[in-house]
């Protein structure tokens, strides 16, 4: 008897220990859960730029290359951004970016050939705070998915670089692309925003988008116009339109300051999309003492979803 009632203690203490475990192990699941779901929930902030850089061309004498990469590598870091999406870059510019960004890292190919040639429209992302889901290249053409080809009207070639990202921080995924038009085929313009639509639709779903570059298209165009056409199911809406708080001129684009200011034209944008909230918009035209960074100013956006 006094053997059946040890044994039996043992057993309930067994049982209760187990019981005490499965208990903890369901209330630490639980915490997690709520912890991801309130993360899941919380808002994400995101400080994005568009900057278009200037090519490293020997004709700009004193506004070369070499004068302004400090420069423009400070402008990037002072202004924290989050995701810098870039235009004419020429891939010795790009490993100058890649060296002095430490933070940073980039996705994108040259325009010319898929890989190294011509100019690319990287997108800088900082790697502690995000994670690449998938990324990929397309052109601005008939024909996006072949690499090098000039479509409808454009006097060279033109891509456009996107990415899916998740916020390491919250688990949040989102979508940006980047991109540049061309400067002279106005019915590649006008066919280049129609194509980015419909790839931002297939390819970012319902996820946040951002989407930006330098569209050489000043927002009374057709160009714009359509771009933001709320009539059209797949429209972007104008970060500067949309913003609460607006720094700067209304012009983007100034040749290192040799354009009149009465002709200067605003020709640099971020659109956003799908429950994006534009908190601050800024065209940044500071010059810092040798002149401004690039012929064309960065614009700032601060986003939350």
Same mark, same amino acid.
């Given at each position: 008897?006094?053997?059946?009632?040890?044994?039996?203690?043992?057993?309930?203490?067994?049982?209760?220990?187990?019981?005490?475990?499965?208990?903890?192990?369901?209330?630490?699941?639980?915490?997690?859960?709520?912890?991801?779901?309130?993360?899941?929930?919380?808002?994400?902030?995101?400080?994005?730029?568009?900057?278009?850089?200037?090519?490293?061309?020997?004709?700009?004498?004193?506004?070369?290359?070499?004068?302004?990469?400090?420069?423009?590598?400070?402008?990037?870091?002072?202004?924290?951004?989050?995701?810098?999406?870039?235009?004419?870059?020429?891939?010795?510019?790009?490993?100058?970016?890649?060296?002095?960004?430490?933070?940073?890292?980039?996705?994108?190919?040259?325009?010319?050939? /898929? +890989?190294?040639?011509?100019?690319?429209?990287?997108? #800088?992302?900082?790697?502690?705070?995000? &994670?690449?889901?998938? %990324? !990929? *290249?397309?052109?601005?053409?008939?024909?996006?998915?072949?690499?090098?080809?000039?479509?409808?009207?454009?006097?060279?070639?033109?891509?456009?670089?996107?990415?899916?990202?998740?916020?390491?921080?919250? /688990? +949040?995924?989102?979508?940006?692309?980047?991109?540049? #038009?061309?400067?002279?085929?106005?019915? &590649?313009?006008?066919? %280049? !925003? *129609?194509?980015?639509?419909?790839?931002?639709?297939?390819?970012?779903?319902?996820?946040?988008?951002?989407?930006?570059?330098?569209?050489?298209?000043?927002?009374?165009?057709?160009?714009?116009?359509?771009?933001?056409?709320?009539?059209?199911?797949?429209?972007?809406?104008?970060?500067?339109?949309?913003?609460?708080?607006?720094?700067?001129?209304?012009?983007?684009?100034?040749?290192?300051?040799?354009?009149?200011?009465?002709?200067?034209?605003?020709?640099?944008?971020?659109?956003?999309?799908?429950?994006?909230?534009?908190?601050?918009?800024?065209?940044?035209?500071?010059?810092?003492?040798?002149?401004?960074?690039?012929?064309?100013?960065?614009?700032?956006?601060?986003?939350?979803?």
């Amino acid at each position: 008897m006094a053997q059946d009632t040890l044994e039996r203690k043992i057993l309930n203490h067994l049982i209760m220990k187990k019981l005490a475990f499965t208990a903890f192990a369901l209330i630490v699941f639980i915490s997690c859960s709520v912890q991801k779901h309130e993360l899941q929930h919380e808002p994400t902030e995101m400080t994005v730029m568009t900057f278009n850089i200037r090519l490293d061309h020997a004709g700009d004498k004193e506004n070369n290359w070499k004068f302004r990469k400090e420069r423009v590598v400070k402008s990037i870091q002072f202004y924290e951004a989050d995701i810098a999406g870039m235009q004419e870059v020429l891939h010795n510019q790009l490993l100058d970016l890649q060296e002095k960004l430490k933070e940073y890292s980039y996705l994108g190919v040259g325009r010319a050939d /898929g +890989k190294e040639k011509g100019e690319y429209s990287p997108l #800088f992302y900082k790697t502690k705070k995000y &994670a690449v889901i998938s %990324s !990929g *290249t397309f052109w601005l053409s008939e024909t996006p998915d072949s690499a090098g080809r000039k479509g409808w009207d454009a006097a060279i070639e033109r891509i456009a670089t996107w990415a899916k990202f998740k916020d390491k921080s919250t /688990g +949040k995924s989102f979508f940006v692309l980047n991109t540049h #038009f061309d400067h002279i085929g106005s019915v &590649a313009r006008l066919q %280049s !925003g *129609t194509l980015i639509m419909q790839k931002v639709n297939e390819l970012a779903g319902k996820m946040p988008v951002v989407v930006m570059g330098d569209f050489n298209a000043s927002p009374d165009t057709q160009v714009v116009k359509n771009i933001t056409n709320s009539s059209n199911p797949l429209h972007l809406s104008d970060s500067r339109a949309v913003s609460p708080l607006i720094y700067g001129p209304e012009w983007s684009f100034h040749d290192f300051g040799r354009t009149p200011l009465e002709e200067r034209e605003l020709i640099d944008y971020i659109f956003v999309k799908n429950r994006v909230k534009v908190l601050k918009y800024g065209v940044l035209a500071e010059q810092d003492g040798a002149g401004f960074l690039s012929d064309h100013c960065p614009v700032l956006v601060k986003v939350q979803f």
